[in-house]
Antibody, heavy 117, light 113 residues
């Protein structure tokens, strides 16, 4: 079955960088687009970024555009997001999710990012 | 950006009764060339990641109980739970995937009355 395991979360100071990873298994990773979605504590879901199966189509949410970079390594079945110039409002649980024609049909358990001095 | 607005923000329903959650988009999410509404519904139980319930506005995901149904087209959508069960306590989100950014509604918290 599909398994998505996020890692790389932690505590980071404002203005610093962090890279999250999402290890995928149970499906042919190179055939599917992927998303990052985040959720601040007690808040709703916020879509962050999307990358197509081959990396040729990338989209970002307005709040992260220019600071976050989504990428993938199909040889390693792994999705990434490089997060630069982090702010307090980036504090959230970050989920990776598998795309199926636009919607997210499988989700990981998430990794917590805390931006604090 | 397409703004998704859910109503109500919270809802309390008795076990076995019907629950109805509404979702309105600021512009149509019906793609004319495919005649599909690019609208999904997710369930998030406490301390769990979201799970896909419905896509294309009315197609139930495999394994989702048939008490869950989606309806609507264009800008107005509804998620209906026909007979509420205890395990349906959760926050429900709609999401449009018609155009980037693929925005979510603010969520509707469903509780047992």
């Amino acid at each position: 079955q599909v398994q998505l395991v996020e890692s790389g979360g932690g505590v980071v100071q404002p203005g610093r960088s962090l890279r999250l990873s999402c290890a995928a298994s149970g499906f042919t990773f190179s055939n599917f687009g992927m998303h990052w979605v985040r959720q601040a504590a007690g808040k709703g879901l916020e879509w962050v970024a999307y990358i197509s199966y081959d990396g040729s189509n990338i989209q970002y949410g307005d709040s992260v555009k220019g600071r976050f970079t989504i990428s993938r390594d199909n040889s390693k079945n792994t999705l990434y997001v490089q997060m630069n110039s982090l702010r307090g409002e980036d504090t959230a649980v970050y989920y990776c999710a598998k795309d199926l024609r636009g919607h997210c049909d499988s989700w990981g358990q998430g990794t917590l990012v805390t931006v604090s001095s | 950006d397409i703004v998704m607005t859910q109503s109500p923000d919270s809802l309390a329903v008795s076990l076995g009764e019907r629950a109805t959650i509404n979702c309105k988009s600021s512009q149509s999410v019906l793609y004319s060339s495919t005649n599909k509404n690019y609208l999904a519904w997710y369930q998030q139980r406490p301390r769990q990641p979201p799970q896909l319930l419905i896509y294309w506005a009315s197609t139930r995901e495999s394994g989702v109980p048939d008490r869950f149904s989606g309806s609507g087209s264009g800008t107005d959508f509804t998620l209906t739970i026909s007979s509420l069960q205890a395990e349906d306590v959760a926050v429900y989100y709609c999401q449009q995937y018609y155009s980037s950014p693929y925005t979510f509604g603010q969520g509707t918290k469903l509780e047992i009355k």
